[in-house]
């Protein structure tokens, strides 16, 4: 209990710091107590994100554990979704199986990921997906109700933003969540993204897509732009955490925390409940977004 505490304190601060409340978003309300049936009844769909995990410590351990509990405890978990730097420190084809399968066989969910720089440092990023039955990035999958769109932003090219561009304009699901590694807004050791920035951001807002997930700086940190996307950095999946800064110019911050973590997702008919869940269990930060309208 005072580790949940501690942790609901910290995120409480980085919050405060930033301008902005931590736990559900401006206008939003938390939804009352459900059982775990009734959650799972009205869940058309959900995953967990996680990204900057795969050392083989014991913190990665830790957040696998988790999962498990979270994906035991009556949350629907269709799949795992990575954010990048699945195995440190190079993508080394050796240690796929205790970096990248080992540690979350128990789940039995099929894993989708992106690549981050460590995976693609020897040129191991290809096998990464095949071994995991994928294509090469970019690539979109979809659950119920959900379209993921997966790039490589290791190479945040034109050809790729065209490929997004196109994607978000065709007919689709009305939640659209976006995965790559290299955030397109950070305030911590790497930052925010140039070329992120520049090529993609402006595609994002205008198509309004529901969520972004990213990774490369080792912590969680969520942002609400002007047009109501919300950009996650879900990095802290096993690796050594970074410090999460101030002052930098991104949107509004809404909540922080340098803690080991997984993001978890879950899609009803009207709402997209975005959860950052520590390692102990503890929920560090919570927000309730809209189903776009058709």
């Known amino acids: 209990m005072r580790r949940a505490a501690l942790a609901a304190a910290v995120v409480t601060l980085w919050a405060a710091a930033c301008g902005g409340p931590s736990g559900p978003a401006a206008g939003t309300t938390s939804p009352a107590p459900a059982t775990s049936a009734s959650r799972a009844a009205h869940v058309r769909a959900g995953f967990v994100a996680f990204g900057d995990f795969g050392t083989g410590d014991s913190a990665q351990r830790a957040v696998a554990r988790a999962m498990r509990t979270w994906a035991g405890g009556g949350h629907r978990v269709d799949a795992l979704v990575t954010t990048g730097d699945n195995v440190y420190p190079d993508g080394s084809p050796s240690l796929f199986g205790p970096r990248l399968d080992r540690p979350y066989r128990n789940l039995r969910r099929p894993m989708w990921i992106t690549l981050g720089n460590h995976d693609v440092l020897n040129g191991h990023g290809g096998a990464e997906l095949r071994h995991l039955g994928l294509p090469g990035l970019p690539y979109a999958k979809r659950l119920p109700g959900v379209q993921l769109l997966f790039l490589d932003a290791d190479r945040p090219d034109a050809a790729q933003t065209r490929w997004l561009q196109d994607r978000l304009s065709a007919a689709g699901p009305p939640v659209r969540v976006v995965v790559f590694h290299q955030p397109a807004w950070s305030c911590s050791r790497h930052g925010s993204t140039p070329a992120v920035d520049a090529r993609w951001v402006p595609v994002l807002e205008r198509h309004r897509v529901t969520l972004v997930l990213n990774g490369h700086d080792h912590n969680y940190q969520r942002f609400t732009s002007a047009h109501g996307v919300t950009y996650i950095v ?9 410090p999460v800064g101030s002052g930098c110019r991104t949107p509004h911050r809404a909540a922080a925390a340098s803690r080991h973590h997984f993001t ?5 008919a009207t709402r997209v409940t ?3 869940v520590s390692d102990d269990g503890a929920v560090l930060d919570r927000v309730v977004l809209p189903v776009p309208r058709p």
């Open 274 to 276: 975005v959860t950052a």
């Open 234 to 242: 879900t990095g802290g999946g096993g690796a050594a955490l970074y």
């Open 264 to 268: 978890a997702v879950e899609v009803t």
